[in-house]
């Protein structure tokens, strides 16, 4: 018995694990127990007995035993013993994942049951009435969880049982028609053996309807009747549920007086969630039309009026949307007085309540149409179908007696009166056009009136969120959305653009008209306005600028591969563009064609010149044309057109790079007068411009498969051109086209922008670095300082070292930190410059409250020793005693709080042994051992040397000894080498040395190195040989052998930037290989020879 017990608790824990976990293979599960069941129904109602008690929540377990000699009355009171109530939770009311399916699966279990037993067992007087009999015992129990469990599972028994009724009755049906016409047969042709089957199976079927009648009738009045007025809401909410479902499965039986009484008792409910079941359960009837006859025994009209009103918003809008069914069932079933109660509610601040009362006075006023409106279908404006819909709105705006609060009217109304009240055309003719013969002109205030509303509804449809008072703020809009508001206010604009100024002149003496006419223009796409200007007298012929267009096309695309130069191209493109700028009105695709076309020109003259002897006045004529263009373009570049900006930027991006001072190179020494190094205000706009269109944020947007995949498609191609431009720029820092300061404002952007073009911004600091380690590492001080001012202009001194945005600064310095790599001795002097740099930065603003508070920019320190760990440690040591300069006694006393950048920062500087110098050497013998150096590796004496060298602290003042490390080194180390005057790859003309450049003292290198110029046609190999130092950036190695690997490893001879991760490899194939590569700036096919 024991045994047999314990394998019917297995069974029946499996089955109420089963649905616990809501698996989708119910059926299955039901067929497995019906097999059970057939075997041995007693085990399997035992099991099904048992599955019950345990939804319930109850740890009691009915045993065999039990089951055969106890009264279901003495079972329930058994398990109500060993119910633990403690707790108050049970599977229907708990919360968590595991349980959050769990009545949905209940439910299905049951009707599957039911339906998977509805030829066979449900018939044997057995099954049905033991879980009948149980259930009904269990919904009367003192003890919620059973009532809860077992109210609902009657329910849903009865619910399939009534599905099982409504087939036998159809079954019936038909069986009855086939017998009628096997029947009406002639006697010759009459089947008699048909006929008795059709009899017996009627018989049958009737016997089966009423046993499923009994069964309903049983759990009706022994669950229903009692369970309907619970004292828990949630079980009379169900209740309430299932009626509304039997009322609309099987109407012949349920919709009538006897089951709709308790639908009408039960909307007094106290509860809204009572309350609104009711009105849920009526809607599901209402929305069959044919019910509607049944229905008009239930007396809807005050009960539901009155529940418009209801202090639950969620029920008084399931009742206006009730009163809505109603309406379109049967317009005399609500009175005019029940319908102007619910008008007003358009004006209610909860949304919900207000749209569903609009589509109620819609459906009410403005749905019918008269059958001579038919004809006026096809019309538009005074004679279209909407016009007397508009005066309607009109009339029913001033009845209503709220003239303020037009806004709520049309958003009440706009989900299901869009097209009326975005008809604008109508609007403007009603008020611009005389009546017609027989119609009734609008009287000053109904204009007023109609001018309020049409405001209302063009803000509605530009700004695309509700009024003041009504919805919680703004939300994010879809694409599909962002496309209709596009598409609204390019209409507004073309449409108010014309009749604007003539309804001004109609109403100008009208103070309160022209108040609202005159705030249209702010809901207007100013892009459409001001360059078409949408007046017709002054818009350009559409066949002279399409002819124009073409031609400026096809001259453009000959001029890419052939030398049009004879024609004298350029003045006449100079002429377009100038016009284009005065004018403003310039279509902006000639615009662009024109600027391309006058850059091949240039390219086209500088061409002839470079291959053949030119003139002095052959390069002087060039040298105006050029900077001509490159004013223009700036000009251009404060288009309001983004196409055109963009395209402005990337030809005076190019222009820059070809005609820098390496234009010079390759002996071409007699083109230095076309040697053009842009002013601050165009290097100032050329970095305002990537600022304001290359780091700026991109919205994800939810849409439908085929518009996400559009949407998708466009951020790709978005991006691919952002980081073109941002590409051509850092051209120009590598290059020293502009200062490289500049680099300080696209720097700083390198961890927010990481995904998109991370990569671009670590080479440039790579390069830039080859360039001028010194320069560079002051760059990178100057983005961190910008960050850091920034950061104390939003928050004030008293910022929190803990906040993120700080934080975010010190992991951008770390970030800046890893790129100098593993070869301290290589950025030795750069490192020292950027301390120092940093340094004088934090105590630049002295405290106004006195010494004894510190510096203002006092917290830049916790920064700065993020590049301590760069130090050598006799540098460590020099800046410290530099730090000490600018420390007062007191400052070294102080242990406060705010002091404590102060301390980490000396600690940083202070911490360190030998560990820095074995790092060094360990970082020497590592690239000495790379292939990629083919450099031998350093003897054991030089090794001797780097240990043992030391830089001391000098105190004359003269200006020979005002180094800020001395020059007391006897030894020379190959690795410690005099900084040349051109530390660009690049040839430039020699400057005097700069006092940064004096920062750190070290010796001359004891082989001559020559700086040669760049050549352009040169690849990223030769660009990195000078300096193949190895940038680790987010790496950490975990022993000597991966530090050499990663030395070995690291390859800079060619870069390629590619998309971030998250892109696919589709994506990333469709970007240039090289954005560094100044090949790709002039294409030999265009100038026919090799330039550089």
């Given at each position: 018995m024991n045994g047999h017990h314990q394998q019917n608790g297995v069974e029946n824990m499996m089955l109420f694990e089963v649905v616990k976990m809501g698996k989708s293979a119910m059926q299955s599960v039901v067929d497995d127990w019906i097999e059970s069941y057939k075997h041995d129904r007693d085990i399997a109602l035992l099991d099904l007995i048992n599955f019950f008690i345990q939804c319930s929540g109850c740890k009691g377990v009915v045993t065999a035993e039990m089951f055969r000699h106890m009264q279901n009355s003495e079972i329930i009171r058994k398990m109500t013993e060993e119910f633990d109530e403690d707790s108050g939770d049970y599977p229907l009311t708990m919360a968590g994942p595991q349980w959050k399916k769990f009545k949905s699966s209940f439910c299905e279990f049951i009707g599957v049951l039911v339906r998977q037993c509805q030829y066979s067992i449900i018939y044997d007087e057995y099954m049905m009435d033991?879980?009948?009999?149980?259930?009904?015992?269990?919904?009367?129990?003192?003890?919620?969880?059973?009532?809860?469990?077992?109210?609902?599972?009657?329910?849903?028994?009865?619910?399939?049982?009534?599905?099982?009724?409504?087939?036998?009755?159809?079954?019936?049906?038909?069986?009855?028609?086939?017998?009628?016409a096997e029947r009406n047969k002639m006697i010759g042709k009459r089947a008699n053996e048909r006929l008795e089957l059709l009899l017996q199976k009627r018989k049958e079927l009737q016997e089966n309807q009423d046993e499923i009648e009994n069964m309903m009738n049983a759990i009706f009045k022994g669950v229903f009747v009692h369970r309907y007025r619970d004292a828990i809401a949630e079980i009379r909410a169900i209740c309430i549920e299932e009626i509304g479902i039997w009322m609309k499965m099987y109407s012949d039986a349920f919709l009538n007086d006897s089951y709709l009484k308790y639908v009408g008792w039960t909307m007094h409910d106290k509860q809204g969630e009572v309350r609104l079941k009711c009105l849920t359960a009526l809607q599901g009837l209402y929305y069959n039309k044919e019910l509607n006859s049944k229905l008009e025994l239930l007396p809807v009209g005050s009960r539901i009026v009155s529940m418009t009103l209801d202090k639950e918003y969620d029920v008084a809008v399931q009742a206006i949307k009730l009163l809505t069914l109603v309406l379109q069932s049967s317009e005399e079933v609500l009175t005019a007085e029940d319908c102007e109660n619910v008008y007003h509610l358009v004006y209610s601040a909860h949304r919900p309540v207000a749209v569903a009362a609009g589509e109620f006075l819609f459906k009410k006023l403005f749905s019918r149409r008269d059958p001579e409106e038919d004809g006026m279908m096809k019309r538009r404006g005074r004679q279209g179908p909407n016009a007397n819909l508009v005066k309607t709105l009109v009339f029913f705006f001033l009845e209503s007696e709220l003239h303020e609060h037009a806004a709520y009217l049309v958003d009440s109304m706009w989900d299901c009166a869009t097209e009326l009240l975005k008809d604008w055309e109508c609007m403007n003719s009603l008020l611009l056009e005389e009546p017609l013969s027989g119609e009734e002109a609008l009287t000053d205030r109904q204009e007023s009136a109609l001018i309020e509303i049409m405001l209302c509804t063009i803000r509605q449809a530009a700004e695309c969120h509700p009024p003041v008072g009504r919805g919680t703020g703004k939300r994010v809009l879809?694409?599909?959305?962002?496309?209709?508001?596009?598409?609204?206010?390019?209409?507004?604009?073309?449409?108010?653009?014309?009749?604007?100024?003539?309804?001004?002149?109609?109403?100008?003496?009208?103070?309160?008209?022209?108040?609202?006419?005159?705030?249209?223009?702010?809901?207007?796409?100013?892009?459409?306005?001001?360059?078409?200007?949408?007046?017709?007298?002054?818009?350009?012929?559409?066949?002279?600028?399409?002819?124009?267009?073409?031609?400026?096309?096809?001259?453009?695309?000959?001029?890419?591969?052939?030398?049009?130069?004879?024609?004298?191209?350029?003045?006449?493109?100079?002429?377009?563009?100038?016009?284009?700028?005065?004018?403003?009105?310039?279509?902006?695709?000639?615009?662009?064609?024109?600027?391309?076309?006058?850059?091949?020109?240039?390219?086209?003259q500088l061409a002839k010149i470079t291959e053949s002897s030119s003139t002095k006045e052959d390069l002087l004529r060039l040298k105006k044309q050029m900077r001509v263009f490159c004013q223009i373009c700036q000009h251009y570049l404060t288009n309001v057109n983004t196409t055109v900006k963009e395209q402005a930027f990337t030809i005076l991006c190019d222009i820059l790079m070809i005609f820098s001072h390496q234009i010079m190179s390759g002996g071409r020494d007699m083109l230095e007068p076309l040697v053009y190094t842009p002013d601050s205000s165009l290097q100032s706009e050329l970095l305002s411009f990537i600022l304001d269109h290359v780091f700026i944020e991109q919205d994800d947007d939810n849409n439908s498969a085929d518009g996400q995949q559009e949407d998708e498609a466009s951020k790709i191609e978005a991006l691919h051109k952002r980081r073109n431009l941002l590409a051509a720029f850092c051209k120009l820092i590598v290059y020293t086209v502009v200062e490289m300061n500049t680099a300080a404002d696209i720097f700083k952007q390198y961890m927010k922008y990481y995904n998109d073009y991370?990569?671009?911004?670590?080479?440039?600091?790579?390069?830039?670095?080859?360039?001028?380690?010194?320069?560079?590492?002051?760059?990178?001080?100057?983005?961190?300082?910008?960050?850091?001012?920034?950061?104390?202009?939003?928050?004030?001194?008293?910022?929190?070292?803990?906040?993120?945005?700080?934080?975010?600064?010190?992991?951008?310095?770390?970030?800046?930190?890893?790129?100098f790599g593993l070869d301290q001795l290589k950025t030795r002097e750069a490192i020292a410059m950027l301390h120092k740099d940093g340094i004088e930065f934090a105590f630049k603003e002295p405290n106004p409250q006195g010494e004894s508070h510190p510096p203002l920019n006092l917290a830049f320190l916790d920064i700065l020793s993020e590049f301590s760990s760069k130090l050598l440690r006799q540098d460590k040591r020099t800046v410290y005693v530099y730090l000490e300069k600018f420390m007062t006694f007191q400052m070294s006393l102080r242990r406060e709080d705010v002091w404590l950048p102060l301390m980490s920062y000396r600690n940083s500087l202070l911490a360190g042994g030998d560990d820095d110098t074995m790092s060094v050497i360990s970082g020497i013998s590592s690239r000495g051992s790379t292939v990629r150096s083919k450099k031998s590796k350093p003897s054991t004496g030089k090794r001797k040397v780097v240990e043992g060298m030391q830089l001391s602290l000098t105190e004359e003042s003269s200006s020979s000894d005002s180094m800020w490390l001395s020059r007391e080194q006897t030894l020379h180390t190959p690795v410690m080498m005099q900084t040349p005057q051109l530390t660009s790859t690049i040839m430039r003309e020699p400057k005097r040395l700069r006092p940064e450049d004096s920062f750190m003292s070290v010796y001359p290198m004891q082989t001559e190195h020559h700086q040669t110029p760049l050549d352009y046609n040169r690849r990223g190999t030769s660009l990195m040989e000078d300096d193949e130092e190895p940038i680790v950036e987010d790496v950490m190695m975990s022993s000597e052998g991966r530090i050499e690997d990663l030395n070995e490893g690291m390859d800079f001879d060619t870069m390629d930037i590619d998309l971030p991760p998250s892109k696919n490899r589709r994506e990333r194939t469709e970007l240039k290989p090289d954005f560094f590569d100044p090949a790709s700036i002039m294409d030999e096919s265009v100038l026919g020879v090799s330039m550089f």
């Open positions: 033991t879980v009948i009999s149980l259930l009904t015992g269990l919904s009367d129990s003192q003890v919620r969880a059973f009532r809860h469990t077992s109210t609902l599972a009657a329910m849903k028994l009865m619910t399939a049982l009534v599905n099982v009724a409504l087939n036998l009755s159809i079954n019936m049906d038909n069986t009855q028609r086939q017998y009628e879809t694409a599909k959305e962002k496309k209709t508001q596009l598409d609204d206010r390019t209409k507004i604009t073309e449409l108010f653009a014309v009749a604007l100024p003539q309804l001004l002149a109609k109403y100008s003496v009208d103070a309160e008209k022209v108040t609202n006419l005159l705030q249209l223009p702010q809901y207007f796409d100013l892009e459409i306005y001001t360059t078409g200007r949408l007046e017709k007298g002054e818009e350009p012929d559409e066949d002279d600028a399409y002819q124009v267009l073409s031609t400026l096309k096809r001259i453009t695309a000959f001029h890419n591969a052939h030398d049009l130069s004879k024609w004298d191209l350029f003045a006449c493109n100079y002429k377009l563009l100038k016009t284009g700028i005065e004018n403003g009105d310039m279509p902006e695709q000639i615009v662009i064609h024109a600027l391309q076309c006058t850059h091949y020109v240039i390219l086209w991370g990569d671009i911004i670590k080479e440039t600091m790579s390069k830039t670095r080859q360039i001028d380690k010194i320069q560079c590492a002051k760059t990178l001080i100057l983005s961190l300082q910008q960050l850091f001012n920034e950061m104390i202009q939003e928050n004030g001194y008293n910022f929190d070292r803990s906040s993120s945005t700080f934080s975010g600064i010190k992991e951008l310095a770390r970030r800046f930190a890893l790129t």
